[in-house]
């Protein structure tokens, strides 16, 4: 069974955005009527309704005909059937600039385990918004590279100024807000090996050509990369094994033919990225060739994610009004010491337009809910519900009323057919 973790959160969160204001134009405001019970129930009701029907990547089916009918119910226009079939974008406002794009991811992770009022927070003043705001419901984020998709499907996308985005961080205290300026998230990828020697019966090992020692020793030897080829002050180099197997499985006694690993390669510049996969590559080869073994490196047909990098500009305006929210709390609004090695494909995103990715703090040890990510002990923190939708909110509001210089898009995305 998998889980849902984020997908209910973000989705929850850009749904519910129409829903309270009306006359609203403070970030305090908009905090506390995102904070009354009537929304706290609302969005309560729908993250759990989302929770019971996880899906993997670009399989969200149950999951975007959910967001379909929640939009409908709102009145709200959207596009649906994007980046293979299940993305969605909707559409609030007044259809001109500035254009303001807020994403929500849609899957889930294959784990088992022990955003909705966003959108009614500015349907109910969709006709007095000064200008447009896109809720883009993106599939294929745990892996897919499911922005890339979106990107590619939407021409309306891809001409939004400004883009947010937002992950729960149970790493973050309950109730604060954490971002830094300049990369955030670190970039990553994915390899698999299989290391192929020569198997028979464990009990003649000189007759054999032994592909389990071959790959512990590629394990050992690439622990190596972040410890002494990796500047620790700049580079941020993890490479992580978390998968050794023997494809034919077999009795204990028997020697296997191959032995296949697998792992993540994650690093803060592309530059040391693409270094440091090189490395891996070389070093996978040269030590099953040391123990007269044959090896095969390939990513797994993962698309590699570009660190997340916030703009300078639209970081300062997300802190601003996130300070502001908090009436000037300096303690619920804080600075990261440095970026997470998580990954995220809110890159693709970042490397198009100027865009702020924010961190929502759960972590709370009475509740169990400061457990990582990823991790069949998670629990979700429901109680941030209203301070994610109230500053998802907020933040469309203020760069709609106050539009600083438009910022046009970095580049032209490009694009192959196989992404659509």
């Known amino acids: 069974m998998a889980t849902a973790w984020a997908t209910p959160l973000t989705i929850v969160l850009v749904l519910g955005l129409a829903a309270v204001v009306t006359c609203l134009s403070t970030p305090p405001e908009v905090l506390v009527e995102a904070s009354s019970q009537g929304m706290r129930d609302f969005m309560g009701l729908h993250y759990r309704a989302l929770h019971r029907i996880p899906e993997l990547k670009f399989e969200e089916h149950l999951t975007s005909n959910k967001v379909q009918s929640a939009l409908k119910e709102l009145g709200i226009k959207f596009t649906a059937g994007l980046a293979g079939g299940t993305g969605i974008i909707a559409t609030i406002g007044s259809g001109r600039a500035p254009v303001v794009a807020l994403r929500a991811d849609m899957d889930a992770l294959p784990v088992v385990e022990p955003d909705d009022v966003l959108t009614r927070m500015l349907q109910a003043r ?10 883009v419901f993106q599939p294929g984020e745990e892996g897919g590279a499911g922005a890339r998709r979106m990107l590619a499907s939407s021409e309306e996308l891809r001409a939004a100024h400004v883009m947010f985005g937002m992950h729960n961080a149970p790493w973050v205290p309950q109730g604060v807000i954490s971002s830094r300026p300049g990369t955030i998230m670190a970039a990553s990828t994915s390899f698999h090996a299989t290391i192929t020697g020569a198997g028979g019966h464990a009990a003649y090992p000189h007759l054999l050509v032994d592909p389990v020692v071959a790959a512990a020793a590629c394990i050992t030897a690439l622990q190596t990369l972040a410890s002494r080829e990796a500047d620790p002050a700049s580079d941020g180099v993890v490479v992580s094994v978390t998968q050794l197997h023997t494809p034919s499985g077999g009795a204990v006694n028997v020697m296997p033919d191959e032995v296949v690993i697998g792992g993540t390669i994650r690093a803060l510049t592309p530059e040391t990225f693409t270094r440091i996969q090189e490395r891996v590559y070389a070093i996978i080869k040269a030590q099953a060739e040391l123990h007269r073994c044959n090896a095969s490196v390939h990513s797994g047909g993962r698309i590699p994610y ?6 300078l500009s639209l970081y300062n305006i997300g802190m601003e009004v996130a300070t502001e929210m908090f009436q000037g709390d300096a303690s619920k609004v804080t600075v990261a010491d440095a970026p997470t090695m998580g990954a995220e494909d809110f890159s693709f995103f970042a490397q198009q337009k100027p865009c702020m990715f924010f961190f929502l703090g759960q972590a709370n040890a009475t509740t169990g809910t400061d457990v990582t990510l990823h991790s069949r ?9 209203p301070l994610g939708a109230a500053l998802h909110t907020a933040v469309a509001l203020h760069v709609m009323s106050n539009p600083p210089d438009l910022w046009p898009p970095r580049h032209r995305f490009e694009s192959t057919r196989d992404e659509l």
């Open 126 to 135: 969709a006709a007095s918004l000064q200008g447009t705001v896109l809720l």
């Open 306 to 311: 570009p660190p997340v990098v916030n703009d």
């Open 377 to 385: 002990r998670y629990k979700f923190n429901e109680e941030v519900l």
